[in-house]
């Protein structure tokens, strides 16, 4: 089984910054693409941004590209979220997701395919 373990997040102005960090345990050696998702109630999952294990490039959606970027520590059980040029429409909650497989392109952005989800941790932005 695997844990996974956000923490950061909170509320900020827009235009402001603010990082979001997930950490893995448990059987961690079996994880190759992890990622964030996030949700507003109400509204669809929207995939944010991915990354696969052994890759140096993340996957993003477009409404998160050139502000956001996900990157990832070399001990493969941490990935974070910088988001920069915060706008109110990226107020959500913000999920971690890891999977065993490799990233798939956009079907794994779009899809929300993932072995494991944390809990989620809330991101306010006000105007």
């Known amino acids: 089984q695997v844990q996974l373990m956000e923490s950061g997040g909170g509320s900020v102005q827009a235009g402001g910054s603010l990082r979001i960090s997930c950490t893995a345990s448990?059987?961690?050696?079996?994880?190759?693409?992890m990622g964030w998702f996030r949700q507003v109630p109400g509204k669809e999952r929207e995939g944010v941004a991915i990354?696969?294990?052994?890759?140096?490039?993340?996957l993003y959606a477009d409404s998160v590209k050139g502000r956001f970027t996900l990157a990832r520590d070399n001990t493969k059980n941490m990935v974070y979220l910088e988001m920069n040029s915060l706008k109110p429409e990226d107020t959500s909650t913000y999920y971690c997701?890891?999977?065993?497989?490799?990233?798939?392109?956009?079907?794994?952005?779009?899809?929300?395919?993932?072995?494991?989800w944390g809990q989620g941790i809330p991101v306010t932005v006000s105007s």
């Open positions: 990354i696969s294990f052994g890759s140096t490039a993340p």
């Open positions: 448990g059987y961690i050696d079996t994880l190759n693409c």
């Open positions: 997701a890891a999977d065993r497989q490799y990233c798939r392109g956009a079907y794994s952005l779009r899809s929300g395919d993932f072995d494991y």
